[in-house]
């Protein structure tokens, strides 16, 4: 299929940036979004055109390292990573326009590259148990029912890729400190710095400029792990119960 | 003993482990614990270790190291150290915990972990490695790290990956993200302490070697293409593995040598390069854009059972159309006894020579079709569609997204993949190198799994290392330090920030007409036809003329566009690639010289009858451990000379594997 | 933004419950606006407990605004640079209009207290005045463009509502499952649903002429 692309190109984090058009030819509906990228930057290399900045790692939907808006959608049309998304989703003929995580907590290193930072130091502020290497205790003392277990889990398969940051109007992360808040609160071990945690958490997002929750949704539509919304409701009954203790 | 075999390769003096002590195996890891000296907490915060790789290895060595009160400075090429790889570990984590009371003990990890490596491993190396498996659990537990569990609350166990017992920790397909994201969160933990300072999106190029010890690197900081040199009081390389020399693998994209081949020029030993493994269960090739492979967790074995069609031309049929009795289940048929779960090596194998007689299925690659069933018919119907789905859907609904189909309608199509590579740095029983203040861990070093991985036993390595093995060894060596201050008028730093900085003008000014990748397929092309599942004499030999030719090719004619003070994707990979074409000789040369089969290295000339590897104890029970040679110019190597460690087997049997 | 909300959401069932009197009789209503004002006296003076309220809700109001502009400067400030497409694929329609829909309740709100509280502004030129509420009430809905004005009103009041009920619920950590939270989602549309429909059964009757 045909195909044409408008692409953001920016040479660097104070450079002025613009939508660029590119056109892209025979491309198979069986390669992944990534791949038709790197077929356009193959040419544009043999063209001598710089080829264009994006960030990738495992291209297998797990490390959290890919992510472009395209067309208007974090990740693209489909519920999964950019990596994972695969050209099968488009026709013939589509214009389609690639844009990087637009969020001034997430500044553009370059083209599609930006620095997601602010992720690793709101984790930084809390988002951990304290325990020191050896001084854990026998794994099975303590037991944690299923269903506590299962939502730890599903809070736990976030990948710190930033589409929730990407799609939401208001370019908050309350899905990403959500989903570590409950991560945690749900299982024992977490308990002892529950209510610390989450005002360090949240004090650490505000910090860093992301905006407020109005309850929306795109986060978690956009979410490639599905995490839930109701994450984010963990995340204020902690804070309240964490205001109520005076933390 | 410089003798020139072939002039591709010398022969040098004997190497072997000096630190484990003397006396009865379970005793040795308490007795060097003891042994090693220890460092006063009020000197720790003198000591700088720089660590190279946030994986599994790296961010728990990190973790510990900053807990203990060292200065630790932890480097990733990635925008954060969550993203390392071993977060795409699928299956789960072995532990001798013997919840199971299935018969499992420290020593059956031990035997089954050396047996699986086909004897090529360090018996004490793998001791200790079973030994401090049950702690890793524990300590994974206590951060939170969701594994799966049982109704009574208590940690779910499976069997996996050809052995016999129950010892596999899981979280859903999802073991190596929730592993890694409990050690980030410790690594992040220490970073807001402060004893850990972070540099991501920092890519080491060269290490920094003076009066012989490893006191720190050079590194490119990614964004701003600044050389900057860092410091220490010794090195930690936690890099991971080399899979990527053969372009398609189920590695990262990002996942490189550079770090481990930049140690291995300035003195460090390489070990067993040519025992790579080769995956069973990936996706198979679709087409020539393939980036990357993706791996299925081999959990699937466990239900699902693979097969291809009897005859030749129901290769073309849909699966669902052919008959029982016309499906070879071919594993199920030739190893009786473990049938699907028969270890990686020979499941790949299988696939290979099933494909070769021209009975593959899926889409024409190359000349054949590459690819074979895995079937969960069979499954449905014994436990029921959802109790399949609550175990591998999300590995189901993966597949469904990259092929297109839908494995609850039509059977999965497989084909091995390059997966991991047991081979490495060589490293003593303290993890150290020949580079004394070098210390490698995880997937970089070579010591534990021989020369086959058993499932489930890369992240314990790596957490095991990380965790409780390197923070013990390396005080020993830190306990002298800290060393005399250097600084950019010591001639070996200004000699090894030179050496980057000519390298990065090399790339940028050779203005050259093939672009990075380019040269990179063509390598991996190279490394998989006459390197990879199967291989001779005679194609190794061609293999390391086509990787000459391409690297002398490499050197003069690579395009990379764009500067240095950038963010400069192009000047990353070449840098990368620059090191895998060396690399690509240095495994062919050894597979060359190691004329026996055993375990992920298979040469066609040394099977029996059957077909099966045929390994000969006599002539190749060592480790080989290569030492680099030339004259350091870039793209040039010298004959690599061989030091060969035995591999004294003192409480297990060599015994020829069989799996029938 | 939450506490607020919800108590707009207790006033405006209380208001709706009294509005329905109106379909009871004139003396019903009329007694029902009179114990408005005489209500606790005379530990209270006249008036004073609907004073008492009157402030909860002005401060209410002025703490439930001031949230929404923070909340709205702070979005705008946390992305700059805006995309160059961008869509909207998981918000209702309710949740999309949260805030512009916000503004339009707020005017409204301006014209009904002028209206029917501040100035009793006499919409039918009939000449009714305060003295008796439901005259006013009655003979300004069988003016057809304010009984549309209000119909209007009462759409952006539901969907304001429908999002407004569910995300406070969202906001207080009350639905911190999948079952919880769908059920405030559900909430939030009876609720809405509730006091939308019993704040246009008095005008519409008025307006078909049921009640004169």
Request: with cysteine.
């Amino acid at each position: 299929m045909n195909l044409t692309l408008k692409i953001w190109r920016q040479a660097g984090p104070d450079a002025k940036g613009e939508l660029v058009t590119y056109q892209v030819q025979d491309i198979s509906p069986d390669m992944s979004f990534l791949e038709m990228l790197d077929v356009l930057n193959e040419r544009l290399n043999d063209e001598g055109r710089e080829p264009i900045a994006f960030d990738s790692d495992c291209r297998e939907g797990i490390c959290g390292m890919c992510g472009l808006m395209i067309s208007g959608e974090a990740h693209g049309p489909e519920k999964a990573t950019t990596c994972q998304l695969h050209m099968r989703t488009f026709t013939d003929g589509d214009v389609i326009t690639v844009e990087p995580w637009r969020a001034d907590p997430f500044p553009v290193v370059r083209d599609l590259v930006v620095d997601r930072g602010a992720f690793d130091r709101i984790i930084q502020a809390g988002g951990f148990i304290s325990v020191n290497t050896g001084a854990a205790p026998e794994a099975h003392s303590s037991l944690v029912p299923m269903e506590h277990a299962m939502r730890a889990f599903q809070a736990a398969e976030c990948i710190g890729c930033g589409a929730c940051v990407a799609a939401c109007p208001n370019a908050s992360a309350m899905l990403f400190l959500g989903a570590k808040v409950t991560h945690l609160g749900e299982l024992p071990q977490g308990q002892p710095e529950r209510w610390g945690r989450v005002v360090a958490m949240l004090n650490q997002h505000d910090l860093e400029g992301f905006g407020g929750c109005q309850n929306l949704g795109e986060c978690s539509y956009a979410c490639p792990k599905g995490i839930p919304q109701d994450v984010i409701s963990t995340l204020n009954h902690d804070l309240r119960k964490a205001m109520a203790k005076g933390r | 003993m410089t003798d020139l075999i072939d002039g591709l390769y010398s022969l040098g003096d004997p190497i072997q482990d000096t630190k484990a002590p003397a006396g009865p195996i379970d005793k040795k890891w308490t007795q060097r614990k003891f042994e090693a000296k220890l460092v006063n907490p009020t000197n720790r915060r003198k000591l700088t270790v720089i660590i190279v790789g946030t994986g599994l290895a790296g961010a728990s060595a990190g973790a510990t190291l900053g807990e203990a009160g060292y200065r630790v400075k932890s480097f990733c090429f990635q925008d954060s150290p969550r993203r390392a790889h071993s977060i795409a570990a699928q299956g789960g984590i072995n532990a001798a915990k013997n919840y199971k009371e299935d018969g499992d003990s420290t020593y059956r990890l031990f035997y089954d972990t050396v047996k699986g490596g086909d004897y090529r491993a360090r018996e004490t190396n793998v001791y200790r490695l079973a030994e401090v498996s049950a702690s890793i659990i524990d300590q994974c537990v206590a951060q939170g790290v969701p594994f799966a569990r049982e109704y009574g609350g208590l940690l779910d166990n499976r069997s996996f990956g050809g052995v016999q017992v129950s010892r596999t920790f899981y979280a859903r397909g999802q073991t190596g993200q929730q592993l890694l994201i409990g050690a980030y969160q410790a690594l992040e933990r220490q970073i807001a302490a402060g004893t850990v300072e972070m540099f991501s999106r920092h890519e080491m190029l060269e290490l920094v070697v003076v009066d012989g010890k490893a006191r720190g690197i050079i590194a490119r900081d990614l964004v701003t293409g600044e050389i900057q040199t860092h410091y220490a009081d010794a090195v930690v390389l936690a890099s991971g593995g080399y899979g990527n020399v053969f372009y398609l693998s189920t590695n990262a994209m990002g996942s490189n040598v550079t770090a481990t081949w930049r140690a291995h020029r300035k003195g460090a030993y390489f070990g067993n390069p040519c025992y790579t493994q080769i995956h069973p269960t990936c996706i198979p090739v679709a087409g020539e854009h393939q980036s990357k492979l993706t791996l299925m967790s081999e959990s699937l074995r466990n239900d699902g059972r693979i097969w291809v069609p009897k005859k030749v031309e129901d290769c073309e049929k849909n699966p669902n159309d052919i008959p029982e009795e016309d499906r070879d289940y071919y594993l199920e048929r030739i190893y009786p006894a473990f049938g699907n779960l028969v270890p990686r090596d020979i499941a790949s194998r299988q696939a290979k020579n099933v494909c070769d007689e021209g009975r593959g299925v899926g889409p024409v690659v190359g000349d054949k079709r590459r690819g074979v069933y895995l079937d969960f018919s069979e499954a449905f119907g014994r436990i029921g569609k959802e109790a399949v789905a609550a175990k591998y859907d999300n590995l189901f609904e993966m597949y469904k997204r990259i092929t297109g189909d839908d494995p609850y309608e039509v059977p999965m199509r497989i084909y091995p993949a390059v997966h991991y590579t047991m081979g490495g740095l060589w490293v003593d029983y303290d993890l150290q190198s020949t580079i004394p203040g070098l210390f490698v861990t995880g997937e970089a070093n070579f010591s534990d799994h021989g020369a086959n991985r058993l499932g489930a036993s890369a992240l314990m390595q790596g957490l095991a290392d990380g965790y409780f093995v390197l923070p013990n060894t390396i005080r020993d060596y830190l306990a002298a330090g800290p060393f005399p201050d250097i600084d950019e008028s010591t001639p070996e730093v200004r000699q090894a920030r030179q050496q980057v900085a000519d390298r990065v003008h090399h790339f940028l000014t050779v203005q050259g007409t093939r672009s990075v990748d380019s040269y990179h397929k063509e390598l991996g092309h190279i490394m998989w036809e006459h390197c990879g599942m199967e291989r001779t004499a005679e194609g190794l030999r061609t293999g390391i003329d086509k990787i000459r030719e391409l690297r002398a090719d490499f050197w003069r004619n690579v395009r990379v566009l764009g500067e240095n003070e950038q963010l400069n994707q192009s000047l990353e990979k070449a840098g990368r690639v620059a090191d895998f074409l060396e690399l690509g000789e240095l495994i062919c040369i050894d597979a060359l010289h190691r004329r026996e089969s055993c375990g992920g290295h298979f040469r066609a000339e040394s099977q029996t009858e059957d077909g099966e590897a045929l390994r000969h104890d006599d002539e190749y029970a060592y480790v080989a451990a290569w030492e680099f040679t030339g004259t350091g110019a870039e793209g040039q190597i010298g004959a690599p000379v061989l030091h060969k460690e035995d591999l004294v087997y003192e409480f297990i049997e060599l015994k020829q594997r069989s799996y029938k | 933004m939450a506490g607020t909300g919800l108590l707009f959401a207790l006033f405006v069932l209380a208001h709706m419950y009294g509005n329905l009197k109106l379909l009871v009789s004139e003396q019903a209503y009329n007694t029902y606006a009179e114990h408005l004002r005489t209500f606790g006296v005379p530990m209270l003076p006249n008036s004073g407990l609907l004073w008492i309220l009157r402030a909860v809700l002005i401060v209410a109001l002025i703490v439930h605004v001031y949230a929404a502009v923070t909340l709205w400067a702070r979005a705008s400030g946390a992305r700059s640079v805006r995309y160059a497409v961008k869509k909207a694929v998981a918000q209702s329609a309710s949740s999309k209009t949260m805030r512009w829909g916000g503004v339009f309740i707020l005017v409204f709100l301006v014209w009904h207290l002028l209206e029917f509280t501040i100035v009793k502004i006499d919409v039918s030129g009939k000449g009714a005045t305060g003295n008796n509420p439901y005259r006013l009430v009655v003979d300004s809905f069988q003016t057809p463009w304010l009984t549309l004005i209000y119909v209007l009103a009462m759409l952006a009041l539901y969907m304001h509502l429908a999002h407004g009920v569910f995300s406070a619920q969202q906001t207080l950590g009350w639905t911190s499952s999948a079952r919880t939270y769908r059920q405030a989602q559900i909430i939030g549309h009876v609720v809405a649903g509730i006091v939308v429909l019993g704040f246009l059964i008095p005008p519409l009757a008025i307006l078909v002429g049921l009640v004169k």
